[in-house]
């Protein structure tokens, strides 16, 4: 079945550390997002990516890095710059539109809770 | 500034009542409307969507949201709730001109047998 993985389903970091967040589609989807989600609040764009080896900065970019080397692959990492990296991260992918505009739906991963102790 | 408000933080029916979800929205431009919904430490799942063309929509698991472009809504509605309607719901808007999704912070459906 097509889909959307992400890895781990939970990780714990302490304070300082480095950690990279995987998510892999095998939707042949060009369009590849990472939103962050706490409590409360709607989904935040950390960072997208509409072909290989290109990305944009979201609206929450700081202290976050991604790259996009291969189409079915686009890896988060959080780095030990992000000030309150304890948050629900998910990572999405699309067909983008003939507008660029996300008119397909979004595909989403399960999840990765990250902890910071 | 471009936003989605979603006024109620939770809605609380009860099984075989109907259920309405609102979202309303400020946007420029023609804005293209989604509903989402995710269970309990899950990612997200689509449910429905209008782009354009007839003003109500019907999506998975026996949702519907009607867009009205005078009162800029789109509010998700299902004639009789089920208790496993139980979830947390996104309203999200995107525009024809503009690649992000703006997101409503979600309300929380508790269906009561």
């Known amino acids: 079945d097509g889909g959307i993985t992400q890895s781990p389903k939970y990780l714990f970091r302490k304070e300082g550390q480095n950690v990279t967040l995987s998510c892999e589609q095998n939707l042949n989807h060009d369009a590849m997002y990472w939103y962050r989600q706490d409590p409360g609040q709607g989904l935040r764009l950390i960072y997208y990516s509409q072909i290989v080896n290109d990305f944009q900065k979201g609206d929450i970019a700081e202290g976050y890095s991604v790259s996009r080397e291969k189409k079915e692959s686009f890896p988060l990492t959080v780095t030990s710059a992000q000030k309150n990296p304890t948050a629900f991260y998910l990572c999405?992918?699309?067909?983008?539109?003939?507008?660029?505009?996300?008119?397909?739906?979004?595909?989403f991963g399960e999840g990765s809770r990250l902890t910071v102790l | 500034a471009q936003s989605v408000a979603q006024p109620e933080d939770q809605v609380n029916v009860a099984e075989g009542n109907p259920l309405t979800v609102k979202c309303t929205y400020s946007v420029s431009g023609n804005p293209y409307l989604f509903w989402y919904v995710q269970y309990p430490n899950r990612g997200l799942q689509f449910l429905l969507k209008y782009i354009t063309g007839d003003n109500l929509v019907k999506g998975s698991y026996g949702f519907e949201a009607e867009f009205n472009k005078s009162q800029t809504s789109f509010h998700l509605k299902k004639p009789s709730a089920l208790v496993s309607d139980s979830a947390l719901y996104f309203c999200?808007?995107?525009?024809?001109?503009?690649?992000?999704?703006?997101w409503g912070a979600g309300t929380k459906l508790i269906i009561k047998p």
């Open positions: 999200a808007v995107s525009l024809d001109s503009n690649y992000q999704l703006i």
């Open positions: 999405a992918s699309s067909i983008p539109g003939a507008t660029l505009a996300p008119t397909g739906e979004l595909f």
